[in-house]
């Protein structure tokens, strides 16, 4: 009979960084800069809507927890991924694997809540003008934003609870990161009820939230159709950072659920790798540069908050000798 691996080898071995080892400093380098670049473009967002009251609006607020997410996850995925890297064995305990795995698909599950209701927000905003503010006042807004963040959170808890019963009779995956469904296939006991509650997570998050944001797309694109030109190209404008957003998310998580769960190893190492980290990797990245640098209204403010703090240093009076 075999034994539970967590209660003799409390570590998890990641056997997904391959040749990623053979050329392990220039991918720490290109991981730092890369880290680097997602907490400085997400807080330079942040902050600026934090500051400037005329950027507390839903819109921005939704951006702004859009960015607070995008940290979030970057925080589960790339200090592991680097020290790993570091490591001449990649291995990670069993609760900081459960840590990470809870993490990143919290991060998913919040990703697609935020911009599902970034979504609605765009619809109101475009098919119901007039009653845009009394709709979205900040008390739905908070209200929206709370459940974007409990909806998730609840049912990975669960998800993660039906994961850590389980006993486990191996300790290795294939993947450079912790995700539910490698976990529980180190299992050496029947994992039913883990694979049926794992397909009600991916209908909830992946299914039933897209498909809330392909309504309030339907809906603008009806009214689109019968409005004249200059409305269409404005409500373009509005809807483009979202669905840029949207369709790179979504098309990132698909692939990487859908070839990892069916064919793990049909495709060549790189292109498995980088279809398994690419949600964890460009979207952190890419919101705040469509949403912060493509907007007007939080473009022109960053630039201003820099522009004024580079004068003030300018015209600081040199120390005393």
């Not at 191996?170 to 993947?175: D, F, G, H, M, P």
């Not at 529980?184 to 299914?207: D, K, P, Q, W």
């Not at 292109?271 to 952190?284: I, K």
Request: with cysteine.
């Amino acid at each position: 009979m075999a034994n539970s691996t967590t209660s003799f080898n409390p570590s998890v071995m990641m056997l997904g960084f391959g040749e990623m080892t053979s050329i392990k400093y220039l991918y720490c380098v290109l991981v730092i800069i890369w880290y680097v670049m997602i907490i400085l473009c997400n807080s330079a967002v942040i902050a600026v809507i934090i500051l400037c009251k005329t950027l507390q609006k839903p819109m921005y607020i939704f951006i702004f927890t859009l960015c607070l997410n995008g940290l979030y996850g970057s925080f589960a995925f790339y200090p592991s991924l680097f020290i790993n890297l570091l490591q001449d064995v990649q291995t990670i305990s069993y609760v900081g694997c459960i840590v990470q795995d809870f993490a990143i698909n919290t991060y998913v599950g919040c990703e697609t809540a935020i911009l599902a209701v970034m979504g609605f927000d765009r619809y109101v905003s475009i098919c119901n003008p007039l009653r845009y503010n009394t709709i979205m006042a900040l008390t739905t807004v908070y209200k929206l934003i709370t459940t974007v963040w409990m909806y998730p959170f609840i049912l990975i808890t669960i998800h993660v609870l039906l994961t850590i019963r389980l006993p486990l009779c191996e300790s290795t995956i294939l993947k450079i990161y912790c995700d539910n469904w490698s976990i529980v296939r180190l299992s050496c006991v029947n994992t039913g009820l883990n694979n049926i509650y794992g397909i009600f997570v991916m209908i909830a998050i992946l299914l039933i939230m897209p498909l809330l944001v392909f309504i309030s797309y339907a809906e603008i694109l009806r009214e689109c159709v019968r409005s004249s030109k200059d409305f269409r190209s404005k409500a373009l404008q509005t809807c483009a950072p979202h669905l840029i957003s949207i369709t790179n998310f979504l098309v990132d998580v698909l692939f990487e659920v859908t070839v990892y769960r069916f064919t793990p190893t049909n495709l060549p190492y790189a292109l498995r790798v980088f279809m398994s980290v690419n949600f964890l990797v460009v979207p952190p990245l890419l919101n705040p540069l469509i949403y912060g640098f493509k907007m007007q209204e939080i473009r022109i403010k960053i630039f201003n908050i820099f522009l004024q703090k580079t004068s003030q240093l300018k015209w600081l009076p040199p120390d005393s000798p």
